[in-house]
């Protein structure tokens, strides 16, 4: 009798607590999304599922000696599984549009204004009794405006790591719903005229232009940015070994094999930082909904930039690729592709979104070394 | 209250300083960028490939030019995948 009763008193059901439950119900609402509705699978459905795990009473897979406790402190607090990540992206980048018409690197910094107006959201929130970021903290969630996964989990390990479930949670979800979020405002601020607005095919870019072209960027980060360069120098040496062409090899493992690994990980390892007593205060809901409001405003911006040069460069420019600075790629490129077919049934503007794509991933990463170098301390 | 005025110019600092130095920074890797192309674009191969291909299709009279330009759009599209 004495065995069942301590059986018992080591259950899941006479441990469950309320928030716990809540919590798991929160992770089995991301499995559905990852799995039913095809959000960001690859980290919704390791996250969803590290935020049961996280929640099991008695389970002591967060606690120290825990399997998600090592891989919360090894890959992510060191900022290691995001790099990694960021390595693997930049293996799998493409820059030859971007070097074909490098003016678009301005529509990725356009579209970076959304962390820096969401900065200020989120300092200004604090207005509303309950709230109460910290400069760092705002600065952690203003990158969900990034659209860059690893990024926005690099920069919040930095910088806020208490919050780190919720940003990261934030940022994957608003990356899946790039296609509701953005086409409203493109149309919003185009004419039917503008959204027709044919461009000019891309030049052939050279091989050495895209060798030279990591280099270049590493360069200037090493002159004017140190301290991006743990983002910037990862996705410089992806993409190096990417259009060198001589470590094929190691090329394909950084785009495949190891990203694969790592996202496994680093999924589960956010996952375990949804437990109850961190997730469920009235922060999160600040952070979702400011998280929505970075998106936005740079889908904005990117598009009023790409106004202006449409109209400095006498109509050659699409005013829709600039929704593609936000970087989500290669999502945000293929809703301008979409919305530039609605208007246009023969306007395929896919290869001239993904310029402005890439660049907002390089804009992203050096406005994260910004925050970095005045809020990292 | 007035910590609050001075986090919110703090915040607008920031991102002041934010925006010029990502503007500025991508702005110096566009001239890095033309440079290099400057220097070492295909320029030569490029002008032959264009007649070549204006020539064909100029010469091939019963295909539509929008045929033409749909193929090389979704020819475009799928290298832009792979």
Known sequence: MDGLIAFWAESGIANFTGPQLLMMAVGALLLYLAIARGFEPLLLLPIGFGAILANIPNGGFTEEGGLLYYAYHVGIETGVFPLLIFMGVGALTDFGALIANPKMLLLGAAAQFGIFATLLGAIALNAVPGFEFSMQDAAAIAIIGGADGPTAIFLASKLAPELLGAIAVAAYSYMALVPIIQPPIMKLLTTEAERQIKMEQLREVSKLEKVIFPLAVLGLTILFLPAATPLVGMFCLGNLMRESGVVDRLSNTAQNELINIVTIFLGLAVGSKLSADKFLQLETLGILVLGAVAFGIGTATGVLMAKVMSKLSGGKINPLIGAAGVSAVPMAARVVNKVGLQANQQNFLLMHAMGPNVAGVLGSAVAAGVLLAVLGG | ?82
């Not at chain 2, 001239?31 to 007649?51: D, M």
């Not at chain 2, 091939?60 to 995948?81: C, E, L, N, S, W």
């Open chain 2, 1 to 82: 209250m007035d910590s609050m005025a001075e986090q919110l110019m703090e915040a607008l600092m920031i991102m002041a300083l934010g925006m010029g130095l990502v503007f500025i920074f991508l702005t110096i890797l566009i001239g890095a960028v033309n440079l290099v192309a400057w220097k070492f674009a295909p320029k030569p191969n490029l002008a032959p490939i264009a007649e070549a291909s204006e020539a064909q299709v100029t010469s091939f009279p019963g295909i539509d030019p929008k045929m033409v330009a749909v193929i090389t759009a979704a020819v475009h599209q799928y290298r832009a995948k792979a």
